[in-house]
């Protein structure tokens, strides 16, 4: 195990934790969210370092690269991946057979594509609604008001298990507002689905607003692993 890397992921990872605390702290909130270490564009190795680091979730968000990296590890079964990516339908097959959570499901032809590729899976796979949050159509999700439909029709699906929502805060603006939204959507689901109490949001640069409204999974990349590498 590189030495150097370790020693780096280690620093960052206890400076995430800590502003984590310190977010928590501000909104007298006790319950920490999960943190999923992105590790996308970053090597295999990298995640042996985390997992010896203590980190049991990854995220990932190209269906060939996150297929190949965990296949790989010994450890795979005490790692939960969350794939939280756009899913083309065509890939849906793929990301099923080793995603443990599919966050960005945003349309009914791809509730559809996953349940078919569910079926033969022993348990359900976990998937997150996720919200489009942009002021104008954006890069993924479903409109906050057609959110609650989406969910009805995940939730009526046995193949897929309806754990909650997910959002990518808005390019360029303030993520607080939209966060609000989400949290009112959120609300709205979990009061007809009492098992989807997930709220993944907040990323490197807008985790502590996110831990402010209520997000119960952060999506933490470039803060952890440093910017990434230049996509191949
Ligand atoms: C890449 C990515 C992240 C991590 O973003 P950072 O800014 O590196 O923390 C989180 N969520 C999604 C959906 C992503 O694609």
Not at 56 to 71: F, N, P, T
Not at 82 to 97: C, D, E
Not at 148 to 153: F, K, P
Not at 184 to 210: C, F, K, N, Q, Y
């Given at each position: 195990?590189?030495?150097q890397r370790r020693g780096q ?96 499901v945003d349309r009914p032809k ?123």
């Amino acid at each position: 195990m590189d030495a150097q890397r370790r020693g780096q992921l280690a620093s960052a990872l206890e400076a995430v934790h800590a502003r984590i605390a310190t977010a928590l702290a501000s909104c007298d909130r006790v319950e920490p969210p999960t943190l999923i270490v992105v590790t996308k564009y970053f090597p295999g190795t990298d995640v042996e370092i985390l997992y010896d680091l203590g980190v049991r979730d990854i995220g990932e968000s190209r269906d060939q690269e996150a297929r190949l990296k965990v296949a790989d590890l010994d450890f795979r079964d005490d790692l939960r991946v969350h794939f939280i990516g756009q899913v083309q339908t065509n890939k849906a097959a793929s990301v099923v057979r080793y995603a443990d959570v599919i966050h960005a499901v945003d349309r009914p032809k791809l509730v559809s594509a996953l349940a078919r590729a569910a079926h033969s899976r022993p348990q359900p796979v976990d998937v997150l609604v996720q919200v489009d949050l942009e002021t104008r159509p954006g890069r993924g999700g479903v409109v906050p008001d057609h959110a609650a439909r989406l969910a009805d029709a995940i939730a009526e699906t046995a193949e897929l298990r309806l754990r909650g929502v997910m959002a990518v805060a808005p390019l360029g603006s303030d993520p607080e507002p939209a966060f609000a939204t989400l949290a009112e959507v959120a609300t709205r689901i979990s009061a007809h689905h009492p098992e989807a109490t997930w709220i993944s949001a907040g990323m490197s640069t807008d985790l502590e607003v996110a831990v402010r409204y209520g997000a119960t999974h952060l999506r933490v990349g470039g803060a952890i692993l440093g910017s990434r590498p230049p996509r191949r």
